[in-house]
Structure formats: C-alpha cells, structure tokens
C-alpha cells in the first residue's frame, strides 16, 4: 500500500475507485466497506484509492458538545489497519480550515477530479462534503456526466450494520467495555507509548508495573479498570538496553487513579508476566483484550498483593480460553 501525504505530488492512478472518509478505528463495518472497494477496483482493472483526513475533520471544525474528542487510531495506527484490507493508495489530505472552508462545488472539481481523475467515486448515502457540509450525493450525481465519473451509493444497510459506528465504539472503549468494543473493531483495541519512572512501589510487594505515558494527544484511552492485556517491544531500540524483536508478552494492566496509594494523577500500568528487565523509556504497544474487575481501594499494600495475584490467574485464563 502506498500513502500519499503530498497532494500535490499523486501519482496518475489507473482507473481509480475512490472512498472518502475519516474512518476512525477502522471497524468491522470499515472493513467490508473496503473489502467490497478493493473487489471493485479488481474487477475495473483500477487501483482502490482510500481518501482519508488528518487531523480528524470534528477536531479544526468543532463537535456538538465541544468536548475534545479522542481517536480510536492514531493517524499510523489507522495507515496500518488500512494496509490489512488490500487498499492500494491511501491519501491522507491534510484536514485545514481552508480545506473545510471550500464550496461543495469547489471540492468536486478542484479537489475529487482534479486530484484523482476517479473512475468511480464510492460514498455512502448520508456522505456530506463542503463549506457547511452542503454537498452530498445528489451534488455528485448532477456532476458525473459533465466529470465523466461513475457514482456508486454505499448503502445505509452496509453503513450502517448492526449499528457498528466510531462513535459507539469511542463510547464503549472509554466506559472500560473493552469486549463489545473490540467485537465491533474486529480486533483488540491497542496504544502506544513508552515507560516512565512511576513511585518505585510495585517491586516492593513483587508486581512491578511499567507506567505507560502515551504521546499522541488524541488517543482514546480506555476507562478506568484492571484488563489482560499483551505487551510488545519489538521497537525496543534504546541505547543500552535490550531489544526484545518481536516478542509477544502476556500481562495486566491497571488503568486509574490509584486509590489504594495515593489517589490522584490517572496512570497506565502493566505488570509483565514472566519478565525481569529494566525497559524505562522503551516504546511499547499494549493490546487491551478483556476487563478483569474495576479498581477498588484496598485496606493496604497487603490486600492489594492478594487481589493482584487473583488479577493474573484471571488474566491467564483469559489468554487460555482465546
Ligand atoms: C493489574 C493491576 C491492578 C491494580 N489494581 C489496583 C486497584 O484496584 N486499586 C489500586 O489502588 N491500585 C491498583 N493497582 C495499582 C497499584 O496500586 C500500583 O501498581 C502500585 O501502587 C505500584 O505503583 P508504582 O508502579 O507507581 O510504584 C493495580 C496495578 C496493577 C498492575
Ligand atoms: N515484570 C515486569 N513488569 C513490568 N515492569 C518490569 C518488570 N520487570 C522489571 N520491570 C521494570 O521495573 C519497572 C517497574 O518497577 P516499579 O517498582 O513498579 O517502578 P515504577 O514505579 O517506576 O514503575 C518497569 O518500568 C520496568 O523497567
């Protein structure tokens, strides 16, 4: 899969068959959406062209209750899932208010066919494009003799299948209902970040546990719980320390604010199992695939000792029923 950043710069596509959208987490609805564009494209004889948009559209154009929204993926996080579903071109526009502040008309001639010269262009009934999002599948279709493109609706059934959405799954990630939302995503959702010093208490009652910061401003993080989870440190690569090149480990990971100890700041941390190293500041992905229990405060260090042992034969036992 080729990603294209520079729109200036695309290469002439062969009869291009072009979807639009955000497509944030791309879920199990995405994913047929870009399985059938992919058919499509093969039986054109034509390259399947993904046009998506960075940063997020409802992040520069605002949101409905103004609160700051947060992303299943990350831009490579989402780059990734696309190169799964067998896309050949992904175009990822950066998403201005300039570019949000052109007329619907101006999108389909200076942008859409300018930029693409798209064979068929693929969009779902409810697409809206364009200065106060006028434009949408009507405008298209009064365009296409004139642009000589052929217009293909997604229908609301497919878009809309079993009510599988970003929103919905934004929702359920950060409610901490981990299982629902990865059944919709098709996949366990996952972030990445990289370990920092936390209060050096873990080792003391023998679960040492890597405190996670995670970089990207706009990752969704997942609600306040106790979650098995697998580690990754395939891109360990800091001076001095160990790589651990594709080693898949299994462990727990407590999301919260910590009540047993001190109660403030929230933190991310995973205690790693059957693992001794030192890895402060090593990029590492954890993959988030069941809720174990929400965090409690416990009466001291010694009753939080018992419930962690409890957390890791829940959490093997997750692993050995997968
Ligand atoms: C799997 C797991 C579950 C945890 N559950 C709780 C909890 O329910 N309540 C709580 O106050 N702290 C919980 N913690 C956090 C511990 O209090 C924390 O790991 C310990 O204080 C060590 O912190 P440090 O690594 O910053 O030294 C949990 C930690 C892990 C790894
Ligand atoms: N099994 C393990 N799981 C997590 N971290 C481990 C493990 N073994 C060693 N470590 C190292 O120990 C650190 C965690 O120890 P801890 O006493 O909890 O300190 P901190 O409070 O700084 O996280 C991790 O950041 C990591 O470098």
Redesign the pocket.
Known sequence: MQVHYQLEQLPAFKNAIVTIGTFDGVHTGHQQILHQLVAHARENNGEAVLVTFHPHPRLIVGNFNNQPIKLINTLDERLERIAKTGIDHVVVVPFTAEFANQTAEAYIRNFLVERFRPHTIVIGYDHRFGKGRTGNFQLLESYKEQFGYCLKEIPAEILHNNNISSTLIRKLTAEGNIDEANYLLGYAFYFEGT??????????IG?????IRIQDGDKLVPGNGVYAVTIEMAHCLVPGKKAFPGSIYK?MMNIGVRPTVDGTNRTI????????????D?PIRITVHQLLRHEQKFNGLDALKHQLALDKVAALQVFLEA
């Open positions: 370990v920092i010093k936390g209060n050096q208490l873990g080792r003391t679960y040492p546990t890597a405190n462990g941390e995973v205690n790693i199992f059957d693992f001794n190293e030192d890895i402060y090593a």
